[in-house]
C-alpha cells in the first residue's frame, strides 16, 4: 500500500496490463499495488459497491488510504448521465451537494451541480482526502498556498481593508491569497486534493452550461475553513450540509443552516 506521504513524489513503476491512465489529470497513476488490477465499474452503483471494498477497512485512517487505486477506480468509472441523473439537483445561485453514498460513515460520495458561473469559497478539507471526478461540463480549479499563518476573521475584527492609502494598498497585496495553480478539469477528469497540497477553489467557468461532478471525501468532513481571498483570513465554513440523500430532497436544506454554510455561499 502506497502512503500519502509518498504517493505524488514518487511514481511507482508501471505494470502496462494494469496501467490506465485515461482520465488522470493531477498526477502519474500507477496503479502497482498488492491487490490485484483496479477494476473498472459497470456503472456509478458498481463504483459505490467498489468503493466499499477499497475504503471499507481504511477510508477512516487518513494516512492509510490507497490514494492511488481509489483515484484510478473513479477514473475507471466512465460518466453515463442514466446513473446520476437523479442525483445532480441544481438550485438557483450556488452549488449543490447531493449525497450518493455514506460509505457507512467511513467515506461521502456526493454529485455536486455547478450552475453557471458558480464556484465555492477557498477552502480545506480537514485533513480528508478528496477525490472530484468531472461528470459532465467542466469546473476550474484554483490552487492555493496556505497562508503563512491561518489568522481567524474573528481574531481581529477591526482590521478591514479597503483604503485608498498606497501603503496599505501594498500591504493589502501582502495579505492576498497567493495562487499556486489554476487548472480546467474536463469530463472524466480525476483530480486530488488534500491540505498537504494547499487550498483550492472550484468553480463552473461557462456562462450557457452547468456542470457536474463526483466527490469523495475520506474521512467524511462536516466544516471546514473557508478564506478571504484578499485577507487570507479564515473563518469556519458552519456545517456544510447535503441538498439532496439519495435523490430525495432535504427538507433541512432550506433551513438557516444551508444558507449560512460560507463554503457554498460566495
Ligand atoms: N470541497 C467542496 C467542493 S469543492 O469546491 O472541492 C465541498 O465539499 O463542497
Ligand atoms: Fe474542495
Redesign the pocket.
Known amino acids: 500500500m502506497t502512503s500519502i506521504a509518498n504517493s505524488f513524489i514518487t511514481s511507482a513503476p508501471v505494470d502496462p496490463t494494469i496501467s490506465k491512465t485515461d482520465g488522470i489529470v493531477t498526477n502519474t497513476i500507477t496503479a502497482v499495488c498488492n491487490k490485484g488490477p483496479v477494476p473498472v465499474p459497470k456503472d456509478l452503483d458498481d463504483l459505490v459497491r467498489l468503493l466499499h471494498i477499497e475504503l471499507g477497512t481504511s477510508g477512516l485512517d487518513s494516512e492509510d488510504v490507497d490514494v492511488e487505486r481509489v483515484q484510478q477506480l473513479m477514473a475507471n468509472y466512465k460518466s453515463n448521465m442514466r446513473d446520476w441523473k437523479k442525483y445532480a439537483l441544481f438550485d438557483k445561485g450556488r452549488?449543490t451537494?447531493n449525497l450518493v453514498d455514506d460509505g457507512n460513515g467511513k467515506f461521502n460520495l456526493?454529485i455536486?451541480a455547478w450552475p453557471e458561473t458558480t464556484?465555492?469559497?477557498i477552502?480545506d478539507?480537514s485533513g480528508s482526502h478528496?477525490l472530484?471526478k468531472i461528470l459532465d461540463g467542466r469546473?476550474q480549479?484554483t490552487l492555493y498556498h496556505w497562508p503563512d499563518k491561518v489568522i481567524n476573521e474573528s481574531d481581529n475584527p477591526d482590521s478591514g481593508m479597503g483604503s485608498d492609502n498606497s501603503d496599505d494598498e501594498e500591504k493589502e497585496k501582502d495579505a492576498a491569497m497567493k495562487i499556486k495553480k489554476e487548472t480546467i478539469l474536463k469530463r472524466n477528469k480525476v483530480a486530488y486534493?488534500h491540505d498537504k497540497l494547499g487550498l483550492?477553489?472550484?468553480?463552473n467557468p461557462l456562462k450557457s452550461k452547468g456542470a457536474i461532478?463526483l466527490?469523495l471525501?475520506t474521512p467524511p468532513?462536516e466544516t471546514?475553513k473557508t478564506f478571504n481571498e484578499r485577507s487570507s483570513k479564515a473563518r469556519s465554513s458552519g456545517k456544510?450540509v447535503f441538498f439532496s440523500d439519495k435523490g430525495e430532497k432535504i427538507d433541512a436544506c432550506r433551513s438557516k443552516e444551508y444558507t449560512k454554510c460560507s463554503?457554498?455561499n460566495v
Request: with cysteine; aromatic share 12%.
Open positions: 452549488y451537494r456526493m455536486l464556484g465555492s469559497a477552502h478539507h478528496c472530484m469546473l480549479e486534493m483550492h477553489a472550484v468553480s461532478s466527490h471525501y468532513y471546514c456544510c463554503l457554498t
